[in-house]
């Protein structure tokens, strides 16, 4: 590579590590069998993670981790091509029925990834849809804002969660004006709820369609695990539900579900979906065995949210601030990039407790964080070395 060009990736090194946004990548190797331990490969010493997306450590689900031994057996270890070109199979097929089941739709279709299920559907809908107008929450994730732009339609960012705000953008067009209203159940870093009963009216007062992001919930709330749209019965009034399964189903690929002609439609147009090779059938087995245990068992649920509840609670009474919510996703305000590092690095090397630090542009400058999720599988053990040690080093680092 001709030096002319290096530079230019030197200076964009250069540039994310003076503003403390470069990004490095802890080397850990989860225990089978012993999640939420982890082995720190850096030094060989046994961790506890606690900022895993794995709520509920349906990845160590020993039944799920069988079927995809006997898939791989079966099927081999890829899926062979895109859905279109040898890419398709019954597993993937069968897990497409599960989703819709989970969230009482009619179709349901699995992507490679939640990031091209948000971005890849968004994008079709405006194809399919002429001068379809998108009204997108400021908090949405990243898949939702790639979607939002690269789908080219025009578009309106509501004020997180602030109905007015929304309802006065709606005011401006005609109920005839084609309009997708884009939200979250679950926000990933405050941990807060969207506003799903009152959006889901909103849009019938206006006449537009709706779109959540359920990857959050998925796994965690409901009766049978079917996110907060169940939780709150709205279900039935949220036009399209995307999800995943690499959260609280423990896997890997997302989802949409809707309609059958509406799922139709987005499989024929979404270029993301088209042109990306298909989950393995392993993955696909080993997903449906997780939702499936899912819908019948809450004992998972019911430690997790146990956790939750005295995490959270230590810590107020250790005077450690944190973002208050309702959900799962326990966030403790730093406030400063450096400092944010520091205790998570402190945390890993002195305590063999692995926290990341959440820094810009994952959240905005000033509103740095650690991101701590209790799972399902911590012990009391683990929660009192967290509290302990948490509270020691941020006395020392604020």
């Known amino acids: 590579m001709s030096q002319n060009f290096e530079k230019y990736f030197i200076k964009a090194i250069e540039d994310l590590k003076s503003e403390n946004r470069y990004r490095e990548f802890v080397d850990i190797a989860r225990i089978c069998g012993e999640f939420p331990f982890a082995v720190n490969n850096k030094n060989g010493k ?134 997708l209203i884009i939200f979250e159940s679950v926000y990933s870093m405050d941990g807060d709820f969207g506003k799903i009963v009152e959006i889901a009216e909103i849009a019938k007062k206006y006449q537009a369609l709706t779109y959540i992001d359920e990857v959050h919930a998925v796994g965690l709330y409901g009766d049978r695990g079917a996110g907060l749209t169940e939780e709150f019965a709205t279900q039935d009034q949220i036009d399209i539900i995307q999800g995943t399964f690499a959260k609280g189903f423990g896997t890997v690929g997302g989802y949409i579900t809707s309609s059958k002609i509406i799922i139709d439609a987005i499989r024929s147009y979404a270029s993301p979906f088209i042109f990306s090779t298909s989950i393995p059938p392993s993955i696909a087995v080993a997903s449906k065995i997780n939702i499936d245990y899912l819908t019948k068992n809450t004992i998972e649920r019911e430690k997790l949210f146990a956790n939750v509840a005295q995490v959270k609670k230590r810590l107020l009474e ?47 400058k000033g509103d740095e964080r650690l991101r701590i999720t209790p799972g399902a599988l911590h012990n009391q053990k683990m929660i009192d070395d967290l509290i302990l040690a948490l509270t020691k080093i941020i006395k020392e680092v604020l």
């Open 46 to 179: 046994k961790i506890v993670v606690w900022c895993s997306n794995d709520y509920l450590g349906m990845g160590q689900n020993p039944q799920a981790i069988l079927q995809a031994k006997k898939a791989l057996e079966d099927y081999g270890v890829g899926s062979g091509g895109t859905r279109n070109i040898s890419g398709n199979n019954s597993p993937i097929i069968d897990l497409e029925k599960t989703v819709a089941d989970l969230h009482k739709k009619q179709s349901g279709l699995v992507f490679s990834s939640g990031y091209t299920a948000n971005d890849g559907a968004i994008q079709a809908l405006v194809k399919i849809i002429p001068d379809l107008i998108l009204f997108s929450d400021a908090n949405n994730h990243a898949s939702i804002i790639a979607g939002v732009r690269n789908s080219g339609a025009k578009k309106h960012v509501f004020r997180h969660n602030d109905l007015n705000h929304l309802e006065e953008l709606l005011k401006n067009y005609s109920l005839s004006q084609p309009k």
């Open 318 to 364: 250790n005077k450690i601030n944190i973002f208050e919510n309702d959900s799962h996703i326990v966030s403790v305000r730093i406030g400063d990039a450096i400092k944010a590092k520091i205790i998570s690095q402190k945390l890993l090397e002195d305590f063999d407790i692995y926290v990341q630090h959440i820094n810009y542009p994952t959240v905005a």
